[in-house]
């Protein structure tokens, strides 16, 4: 199997930093790859920015009417898409030229098997039977706007909310962004749904993902510099650690992980898109109805929006 990848990047008034997103992204060294910008109702110079990208076959921009958020943003991508894989980059990460193509030969491996010798039927598999990779991570290092560079190479960060006690001694507490820019196979959207609406969708699909006993493989190079400015989601005031927006959500989040302690289950979450409106397309050929789980609404949405298409665009705005 040679996956089809799509590269969605969800952006918002980040014209200073799109361009060179981009360019990282269709530098990728992975043939089979489509390029995805979500610009999540920009109101700077995002798309005079992504003009020159306009022509390229390997290229798609959604440009919705209004402000959604991140995790809406990414769902965008994932709904009006259909790949074989995903991966989501923000506007500030520099992947590796390589960092695709390797994630996307690891989860294409035939036959990864559940060795006897792990508790496979904690995960919900039983030994002996043959496993589908469902994401692929890597490490990474964040510039920080001090001029720090910290390399993130903790494994297990990335189950910090069911085991904080395996954090100690680290550089950066905490997960941070771990799941971001992680290579999804389609099969996991299929079963656990998209991000959920909140400051907190990586953390909270990460552990969706762990929860539902998907196989995660972590690469063990540095495959992804992550650049954090002042206006980085995690560095501005109103969505920051400390925020108390991202309070309320990680409380969610770890309400989650408490009632799969108590009961081992997990609940998907389907994509809710029902009053999506887009406001314009380029390479509209790339679009195309997603298998990943989302409510009944939403699909009639996304087919319509795909659909009207075919009149040159009309139609695209909710009525």
Request: proline residues 6%.
């Amino acid at each position: 199997m040679d996956p089809h990848v799509a590269i969605v990047i969800p952006t918002y008034n980040r014209a200073h930093l799109i361009g060179a997103a981009v360019d990282a992204a269709l530098a990728q060294s992975h043939p089979r790859k489509t390029v995805v910008v979500v610009d999540d109702g920009s109101t700077d110079d995002t798309r005079a920015a992504l003009a020159r990208f306009a022509e390229r076959p390997d290229f798609l921009y959604i440009r919705l009417a209004r402000n959604v958020g991140t995790a809406q943003a990414k769902n965008v991508g994932l709904a009006l898409t259909a790949p074989d894989a995903w991966t989501f980059h923000d506007s500030d990460d520099r992947p590796h030229p390589d960092k695709v193509l390797l994630q996307a030969r690891t989860l294409a491996q035939p036959e990864i098997g559940a060795h006897p010798c792990l508790n496979w039927k904690m995960a919900g598999h039983e030994p002996n039977s043959t496993l589908q990779v469902g994401l692929v991570l890597t490490h990474h290092e964040l510039v920080l706007p001090d001029g720090r560079r910290v390399e993130i190479r903790r494994d297990l960060s990335i189950v910090d909310d069911i085991f904080p006690n395996l954090q100690m001694g680290s550089r950066v507490p905490g997960e941070w962004t771990h799941i971001n820019s992680g290579l999804f196979h389609v099969s996991l959207f299929q079963r656990l749904g998209g991000f959920s609406d909140c400051v907190e969708e990586d953390r909270e699909i990460r552990n969706r993902i762990l929860f539902g006993g998907e196989i995660v493989w972590v690469l063990p190079e540095i495959l992804l510099t992550k650049i954090e400015t002042a206006d980085s989601l995690t560095q501005s005031t109103e969505s920051d650690y400390d925020s108390e927006r991202r309070k309320r959500d990680r409380a969610v989040v770890w309400a989650q992980a408490e009632n799969w302690r108590a009961g081992g289950s997990v609940e998907p979450v389907p994509i809710e898109l029902a009053d999506l409106e887009v406001a314009e397309v380029w390479n509209p050929e790339h679009l195309a109805v997603s298998p990943a789980l989302m409510s009944d609404a939403t699909a009639a949405r996304v087919a319509a929006i795909i659909a009207a298409q075919g009149d040159g665009g009309l139609g695209l705005a909710a009525q």
